[in-house]
């Protein structure tokens, strides 16, 4: 169930976004930071690890390492001790990420949901969602759901907006609930905060997201 609803909660916000990025910028070509590359097929429920049957290297992608917090980049965190990246191709994050949690892949038209790092409750820790545009898959969003991991600057899940905002300074934007959101260079960052406290933790890929609602 806490599965499903951050899932709900993931998607509205992801199109609220869009409509709000739309009625202020008119959306254009992709940008050069959307660097999906191409899957054998979409996953599907029984799917497995998003794949890719590219052989080459890509000198742009983030190299995988066993790394700190404090190691990492603003658009990265550190999972399993690799390093995870929002800008990353999927085929680095697959490499990073590892397998996902067995029946916890869904997939809705050209976009999938993947889930990592299953929790004591049943949660996941780490959760992915691609936007696969042909043939080429690419990640959307990458959401953390506990304290077992943070961000490069420390934050995570349970710590309090005091604390975000003396780790990152002022938001971009700080809406009505409390939520705080960070414009990076080709990202977004947003804390979902709920009872004084921060309950998610979201990676966005404005690139992505630009493609996505282009083509929907």
Not at 156 to 177: L, N, R
Request: aromatic fraction near 10%; hydrophobic fraction near 30%.
């Amino acid at each position: 169930m806490k599965k499903r609803i951050a899932m709900t909660l993931s998607i509205a916000y992801v199109m609220v976004m869009l409509v709000m990025g739309c009625a202020e910028k008119e959306i254009g070509s992709i940008d050069e930071s959307y660097k999906g590359t191409s899957s054998v097929e979409p996953a599907s429920e029984e799917a497995e690890t998003p794949t890719d049957p590219s052989s080459s290297d890509d000198d742009s992608s983030k190299e995988i390492s066993v790394m700190s917090a404090s190691d990492l980049s603003d658009d990265a965190f550190s999972f399993n001790g690799k390093e995870v990246s929002i800008l990353s191709d999927i085929k680095t994050l697959n490499d990073a990420l590892g397998e996902p949690i067995p029946g916890y892949i869904f997939k809705d038209k050209d976009l999938t949901y993947y889930s990592f790092g299953k929790a004591d409750d049943d949660s996941a820790t780490v959760d992915m969602t691609t936007y696969t545009n042909g043939e080429t898959e690419a990640p959307l969003e990458i959401i953390l759901h506990n304290d077992s991991v943070q961000t490069s600057k420390g934050i995570k899940v349970g710590d309090t907006p005091d604390a975000v905002t003396s780790a990152y300074g002022e938001p971009s934007k700080k809406d009505e609930a409390g939520n705080l959101t960070y414009d990076f260079d080709g990202f977004q960052l947003f804390f979902q905060i709920y009872e004084g406290k921060v309950v998610h933790i979201y990676y966005y890929n404005i690139a992505v997201q630009k493609d996505f609602y282009k083509n929907n």
